[in-house]
T-cell receptor, first 116, second 112 residues
Framework: GNSVTQMEGPVTLSEEAFLTINCTYTATGYPSLFWYVQYPGEGLQLLLK?????DKGSNKGFEATYRKETTSFHLEKGSVQVSDSAVYFC???????????????FGTGTQLKVEL | EAGVTQSPTHLIKTRGQQVTLRCSPI?????VYWYQQALGLGLQFLLWYDEGEERNRGNFPPRFSGRQFPNYSSELNVNALELEDSALYLC???????????FGPGTRLTVL
């Protein structure tokens, strides 16, 4: 079956530090990959996505590249801010054809704390 | 454009009771997904409805059920509530043929 593995948290960084959150996956079919962010007491917000190998998703300074050869989709940001403190979820959706919709399989989430 | 809405925001039930949660998708979206976020168990897929039909179901007992209405809104029903059903229930919607799912704020269910 499909699965997503992401690094354990919490990750604590100083403001303006570089962020990497690792994510690897196992999937059949044509997986699309996502990063979602969850702020305290809220639902999930789609941060970025990539639908095929070598695609780079980016948004709000965050980026991740779909690496089929290493089955990875690591999240990076060059300079984090206190407002980036949240839980980040890596997820995949795998259907029988490219671009097809299906359920999301999530990683366990990584809590990020950014301090001044 | 309004996002995905869910109601109620919070509710408290006792063991054995039944509950109905509601979700309205983004206008133009025909697919609705339900997920459970329970403490220590992460985000688990419950149900997927598209064009009024159930397309996929997660590994949950039959007392979890739902439906999708002609206007694409959806209900999640949970019968014979158990303590471990306490969780945040998230609804998401997407357009047919696209992969992005957009989430609502969730309904926090507490079972006492």
């Amino acid at each position: 079956g499909n699965s997503v593995t992401q690094m354990e948290g919490p990750v604590t960084l100083s403001e303006e530090a570089f962020l990497t959150i690792n994510c690897t996956y196992t999937a059949t079919g044509y997986p699309s990959l996502f990063w979602y962010v969850q702020y305290p007491g809220e639902g999930l917000q789609l941060l970025l996505k990539a639908t095929k190998a070598d695609d780079k998703g980016s948004n709000k300074g965050f980026e991740a590249t779909y690496r089929k050869e290493t089955t990875s989709f690591h999240l990076e940001k060059g300079s984090v801010q206190v407002s980036d403190s949240a839980v980040y979820f890596c997820a995949l959706s795998a259907s029988g054809f490219p671009g097809g919709g299906n359920k999301l399989t999530f990683g366990t989430g990584t809590q990020l704390k950014v301090e001044l | 454009e309004a996002g995905v809405t869910q109601s109620p925001t919070h509710l408290i039930k006792t063991r054995g009771q039944q509950v109905t949660l509601r979700c309205s998708p983004i206008s133009g979206h025909t697919s609705v997904y339900w997920y459970q976020q329970a403490l220590g168990l992460g985000l688990q897929f419950l149900l997927w409805y598209d064009e009024g039909e159930e397309r996929n179901r997660g590994n949950f007992p039959p007392r979890f059920s739902g439906r999708q209405f002609p206007n694409y809104s959806s209900e999640l029903n949970v019968n014979a509530l158990e303590l471990e059903d306490s969780a945040l229930y998230l609804c998401a919607s997407s357009q047919t043929g696209t992969v992005e799912q957009f989430f609502g704020p969730g309904t926090r269910l507490t079972v006492l």
